[in-house]
């Protein structure tokens, strides 16, 4: 059982990133999925959720930005990020929501910078 985090990368402030979680082990149709991430020196937290149903909740920061998006016949969630900035530079996770104590994985670092 586990969850594969990917996409991260460096990038200018104004770019783009899609990051990508892969799920395996798990009936993952059934579960509300979420992008968590942690910045140096802060606690990890939810950013974006997606019900089962696909219903999407943002956090404010990231509203207008971030768009979170399931495939369900790939096991696959998504987070498009848009006019990033260096305040999004964090580890980024995904998770079941709330989230499963065991599925945490390494995350894939975002870090926004010029």
């Known amino acids: 059982v586990q969850l594969q985090a990917s996409g991260g990368g460096l990038v200018q402030p104004g770019g783009s990133l899609r990051l990508s979680c892969a799920a395996s082990g798990f009936t993952f149709s059934g579960n509300a999925m979420g992008w968590y991430r942690q910045a140096p020196g802060k606690e990890r937290g939810v950013v974006a959720s997606?019900?089962?149903?696909?219903?999407?909740r943002y956090i404010n920061s990231v509203k207008g930005r971030f768009t979170i998006f399931r495939d369900d016949a790939e096991n696959t969630v998504y987070l498009e990020m848009s006019s990033l900035i260096p305040e999004d530079t964090a580890v980024y996770y995904c998770?079941?929501?709330?989230?499963?104590?065991?599925?945490w994985g390494q995350g894939t670092q975002v870090t926004v910078s010029s």
């Open positions: 998770n079941t929501v709330p989230a499963t104590l065991g599925l």
């Open positions: 997606i019900t089962s149903v696909g219903y999407a």
